[in-house]
């Protein structure tokens, strides 16, 4: 005989407003370069609020062992800021970080690691990640939301390769990302 499942009845009423006092402890962690941030990065930052009371928003300082970064650590934390100004800044922390992830979670009592997925390609090497970050530290979780079907293709690496060949990127960055975008490439141009 297969396993009759029961009907699970919640405790609390979403449509109540009724949160369990377990989510209004949740701290998350939605760690990356930002070079610049995107709009799949806020579309990321906003679902996100709605799985964590409180989101840290690591911008990576020490990019030299994986990443040619174009923007300074500086410049990506106050694009980052300016980006999401339109949120509620009592739940958001935009920091910087260096080292292990789940070490600076831990630091910070998060419980949940964020990660955005795009495409199939992202897959696997999140995955790999999020493993050795639960053989690192069992008591932090590793989520994963899919991208946005408007922003799934959108990467930062693409955005800068667009405005370097002088390509509109209005569509993938806010305004004030793409003004730091031409300020940049036109400084190098000339």
């Not at 630091?107 to 970050?133: H, P, W």
Request: net charge positive; charged share 25%; no cysteine.
């Amino acid at each position: 005989m297969f396993f009759k499942p029961k009907k699970v009845v919640p405790k609390f009423s979403v449509e109540a407003g009724e949160v369990p006092d377990l989510l209004h402890t949740k701290i998350g962690i939605y760690p990356g370069t930002f070079d610049p941030i995107t709009k799949g990065h806020v579309d990321l930052i906003e679902r996100s609020l709605m799985l964590v009371h409180d989101l840290i928003i690591a911008v990576i300082e020490d990019t030299s062992s994986n990443k040619n970064v174009l923007f300074s650590h500086d410049e990506r934390v106050e694009m980052v800021k300016k980006d999401i100004a339109h949120l509620d800044q009592e739940r958001i922390k935009v920091v910087s970080f260096q080292g292990l992830l789940v070490n600076f979670a831990r630091k910070n009592g998060a419980t949940r690691i964020i990660r955005g997925l795009r495409a199939v390609s992202d897959f696997e090497y999140e995955m790999q990640m999020s493993f050795m970050n639960k053989r690192l530290a069992p008591d932090i979780v590793t989520v994963f939301l899919p991208a946005a079907e408007e922003t799934q293709f959108i990467s930062s690496r693409m955005v800068k390769e667009i405005a370097r060949l002088g390509g509109d990127v209005s569509g993938f960055v806010s305004g004030s990302v793409r003004r730091e975008l031409s300020i940049k490439y036109n400084s190098i141009v000339n």
